[in-house]
């Protein structure tokens, strides 16, 4: 949370997502909750240069967010893309948090990667702006006081461009409303099948308000059944669509 501040993000920016279901998507998520902001996910299948850009150009994002290789779809290069449209990340900065500068996306400030190990340019890394605290048991509570509930906490986008948009207010209901009808307790493992963006968000919230562990599915092949059993896992959700 304190990471996407002090890059300046503030309440009804926007922060782009290429990202998997993981850890760093949900991490964004909750940030997002917290301060206000919009998380604009592209569609994984979006890989090509025109896609990109243009899905850029339409969310007004301030920071964009872009996973390891590991996340994206095989055979694509996500990370070498985004360099193709912003040559100037290629570029070595030091000593300062270098600020992307283009007239074809004047929202647009960062780039920033999951990748662990250093990455080469002027791109940032996620794991430097990590701050570790206590998780709210109501992530939004926070941004209530700076943005409305009909403000987007979702903003999904495809090659068609932004799809239909999930509100702040919005996934503190949805999150409700799966904790009463699946019964989840303190005491519960909730394993979440989905790679939806939404399900991911509302999954989160749910584990929030109940500290209810949230394990998720970050490969397509992997094997929920063993997944399940592995884990420990006492609850299975494939989907909280309503």
Known sequence: MYGLSSLGCRPGDAVGAILGNNTEHAVLLYAAAR???TVAPFDENMVSKKDLEKAIAETECRVLLIGNAEDQLVGSDVAKTVRDILP????EIDGTTPRVKDDRFPSLEHVMSTEYY???GSMLQFRHFLAYEVLARNPGSRAKKFVSEKTPLIQPVSALGQETAVTHGE???R??????S?????????????RDPVDLAV???LSCDTLCPLVLTDSKNADDVELY???GCTKRVTSFAV
């Open 229 to 231: 059993e592995v884990e």
């Open 118 to 120: 250093k990455v080469s």
């Open 88 to 91: 100037q990340l290629n570029d």
């Open 175 to 180: 999150a409700a409303a799966a904790k009463a």
């Open 35 to 37: 301060l206000g902001l």
């Open 203 to 205: 999954g989160l919230f």
């Open 182 to 194: 699946l019964g989840v307790t303190d005491g519960d493992k909730l394993l979440l099948e989905s």
């Open 171 to 173: 996934l503190s209901k």
